[in-house]
């Protein structure tokens, strides 16, 4: 069990003669090549420096979906996941065959960018391209295979249309550098490591999505909004893509303590600073974003924190 996990060896307190347990909290991520990681990364560093009694680490997941399980069974304190797999996941959606599970949010930390990558003389340029390829939709359990399958099923695609490949992001990368696949879905914070390393050793380009593309997913989904990727997001990309955006939430267990639940929420947005020298995608992690995009309610220790900055919650966001 990787929940409240107490350090075997006690740290002795100086001068009263007994002895500190120190407390680990797990963070759930995703994989390497990702933004949570780093991310995760960061916000364990900094509860280790600034909360006392508490020493947290980022763990290495299969992110969105596996995520919530683990802050459901408390095998993890706090993980980072897709928004629509929270609202899935808090309202018992078909990802979790109708079971509503145990998850409340601290906050939206920024969003991702479906970005479909594929080399630039591959002939892929739509959706409908994709039919008849070889295709990497995530890793199996992940947001990123969330998100490509209501993309496109709204879209009149599925999975059985291609040649389908559940590989994570450094695994998409490498497939598409040696030719093994042709295309690959990725959801993630842009710009992100794996597509930044495979930009450089392979001419890519990103598949724009049309309007209706757009609508059709927002009208399934109502947490996708649209998205732009600037050009020049990754190297040869002189054009902006157009896309579909999520929220990434930062979540825990209800049963996790209100005052711990303050300070997590309290550090976030106070050291925001140490998180965006960490990973760009952070510039949008602040209470205004967070208390605009995250889809279920928070927890009453990020309420707390909230209220005491004079932040004005949103009704749905209060349980």
Known sequence: MRKLLIAASASL?????????ETNLSIATGGTGGTYYPLGGGLAELISNEIDGYKAVAEVTGASVENMGLVHRQDSDLAIALADTVHQAYHGGDRFNGNKLDVAAIASLYPNAVQIVTLADSGITSLSDLAGKRVSVGAPGSGTEVNAKALL??????FGDFD????????SADAIRDGDIDAAFWSVGPPTSSIVSLATTRDIAL???SEQEVANAREAVPVFAPYQLRAGIYEGLDAPTNTIGIPNVLTVN????EELAYQITKLLFEKV????????????TTVEFSLGSTPIPLHPGAIRYYEEIGASIPANLRK
């Open 13 to 21: 307190l100086i001068g009263a003669g007994a002895a500190q347990a």
């Open 153 to 158: 099923e709204s879209n009149g695609l599925s």
């Open 164 to 171: 389908e490949r559940s590989l994570n992001f450094n695994e």
């Open 207 to 209: 598949v724009s999505l």
């Open 254 to 257: 209800t049963a996790m303590s």
């Open 273 to 284: 600073e140490d998180l965006r020298a960490i990973h760009p995608a952070a510039n949008d």
